[in-house]
């Protein structure tokens, strides 16, 4: 018996190969994504935790990460996590979308100015606020840590 086992050669005909560890699988249509907010030179980090408001909820700030998530329309996000200020962690419905539609998305949440895109705020008492945004990246996620 033994060497009728060692000579059979079994294919895999039910079930998934998705098994490898250490990588990121998606067993629905949704993807993981790096927003990271840069000015039109793309090395110019925008601080999100730093914009009038400052805790990333109120002000400009606030409105900016409401302005991209609306846009993107995510499941699940997590802006400015402690050390990345200037990145939005997204997990989105992929059935439409990939890195480069979501970057143009962003990019044209501003009105063009000097060939740069910007994202103008108010902050209610008639203050306007302007952050080039242009340079904006986005990129599909590799890896996820919860904590």
Do not use: K, W
Request: proline content about 1%; aromatic content about 4%.
């Amino acid at each position: 018996m033994a060497a009728l086992d060692a000579g059979l050669d079994i294919d895999r005909i039910h079930g998934s190969t998705n098994f490898v560890a250490d990588t990121l699988y998606s067993v629905t249509q949704t993807a993981a994504y790096l927003i990271q907010v840069f000015e039109d030179d793309g090395s110019t980090a925008i601080n999100l935790t730093a914009q009038d408001g400052g805790d990333g909820t109120t002000g400009v700030s606030g409105q900016l990460i409401e302005a991209i998530v609306r846009e993107c329309q995510p499941l699940m996000y997590m802006a400015a996590p402690s050390g990345d200020t200037n990145a939005i962690y997204m997990i989105v419905d992929n059935h439409a979308v990939d890195a480069a539609t979501l970057q143009a998305r962003i990019r044209n949440l501003g009105a063009t100015s000097s060939n740069q895109r910007n994202f103008v705020s108010s902050d209610g008492d008639g203050t306007t606020t302007t952050i080039d945004i242009g340079g904006t990246t986005v990129t599909l996620g590799t890896a996820i840590t919860v904590a």
